[in-house]
């Protein structure tokens, strides 16, 4: 089992900065990638971004490029996602996700979530 808890969430400007981040507990954190899902009021989770167990590679959904990035310190067993230039549309739950496949691509194959961290942004 894979623990997972997510912290940082809140109410910012648009324009402003957010760092959420999520703290793994449990099996080895370096054999999971890591992702960031989010889902927004009266819509489905929505993939965000991946990081590959060493960190070496990371993914990202292109509604968030050159604005959000992840990143991992498996010593700290830690996921990180830095939000930038945020966005109205960017309002949702985030969530941070953890999966043993190789290149996930869809959501069933992560087998572990956190709970949640609220990201609001008002305009």
């Known amino acids: 089992q894979v623990q997972l808890v997510e912290t940082g969430g809140g109410l910012v400007q648009a324009g402003g900065s957010l760092r959420l981040s999520c703290a793994a507990s449990g099996r080895t954190f370096s054999n999971y990638v890591m992702a960031w899902f989010r889902q927004a009021p009266g819509k489905e989770r929505e993939f965000v971004a991946r990081i590959s167990q060493s960190g070496g590679r990371t993914y990202y959904v292109d509604s968030v490029k050159g604005r959000f990035t992840i990143s991992r310190d498996n010593a700290k067993n830690t996921v990180w996602l830095q939000m930038n230039s945020l966005k109205p549309e960017d309002t949702a739950i985030y969530y941070c996700?953890?999966?043993?496949?190789?290149?996930?691509?869809?959501?069933?194959?992560?087998?572990?979530w956190g709970q949640g961290t609220q990201v609001t942004v008002s305009s």
């Open positions: 996700a953890a999966s043993s496949v190789v290149a996930p691509s869809i959501t069933v194959e992560y087998a572990y």
